[in-house]
């Protein structure tokens, strides 16, 4: 199984702060990685896949790239509406896993 | 509009067996794999199992294999979950999740219900 990492485990932060959230993957996955955000008691949401393709409805503030095996959330402005916990998940290999989380809150 | 609706959740015993259910609709369901994705209470997410579009081809998580078995009724628009053998680590609240593409490999999951809570406890 690829056991997916993420980094940190939890941030705090401002509005309007830049949040940078990494992924690491300990094989190659190609660009199949994805991120989706989850707020308490909903069903996670799709914001990017293929490491960096926005889903169609998400705002611009949210971008993905990748650099090898690392992969990057990165909320360009932060709003009251992204207070939420983010997982990453990689759909290259069954069983697909995802990363653990990172919990942003209002600091 | 994409709604996945689950149902048959609630409290079993050990070693007992509940089937979840998954109503689909707003778009044309037999073209899409489809699978369930768990969150035991406080943790992460685990995927399950996937099932093709036709039902001809399934996949489980190890942790479930042998015990679950994930089937669909494209005449229905919804998709099952079969769950035997129950055990505490079964309990978590249950998602189906619809793939973004037509294929059921290297698709992220872009549309999912809200879920239905599996306890398993004597």
């Known amino acids: 199984d690829i056991q997916m990492t993420q980094s940190p485990s939890s941030l705090s932060a401002s509005v309007g702060d830049r949040v940078i959230i990494t992924c690491r993957a300990p094989q190659s996955i190609s660009t199949y990685l994805n991120w989706y955000q989850q707020k308490p008691g909903k069903a996670p949401k799709l914001l990017i896949f293929?490491?960096?393709t926005l889903q169609t409805g998400v705002p611009s503030r949210f971008s993905g790239s990748r650099s090898g095996t690392d992969f990057t959330l990165i909320i360009s402005s932060l709003q009251p509406e992204d207070f939420a916990t983010y997982f990453c998940q990689q759909n290259y290999n069954v069983p697909f896993t995802f990363g653990p989380g990172t919990k942003v809150d209002i600091k | 509009e994409v709604q996945l609706v689950e149902s048959g959740g609630g409290l079993a015993q050990p070693g007992g067996s509940l089937r979840l259910s998954c109503a689909a609709s707003?778009?044309?369901?037999?073209?899409?794999?489809m699978n369930w994705v768990r969150q035991a209470p406080g943790k992460g997410l685990e995927w399950v199992s996937l099932i093709s579009g036709s039902g001809d081809k399934t996949y489980y998580a190890d942790s479930v294999k042998g015990r679950i078995t994930i089937s669909r009724d494209n005449s229905k628009n919804t998709l099952y979950l079969q769950m035997n053998s129950l055990r505490d680590e079964d309990t978590a609240t249950y998602y189906c999740?619809?793939?973004?593409?037509?294929?059921?490999?290297?698709?992220?999951?872009?549309?999912w219900g809200q879920g239905t809570l599996v306890t398993v406890s004597s």
């Open positions: 293929a490491a960096s």
């Open positions: 999740a619809k793939n973004l593409g037509q294929w059921e490999l290297l698709q992220p999951f872009d549309y």
């Open positions: 707003g778009f044309p369901f037999s073209s899409n794999a």
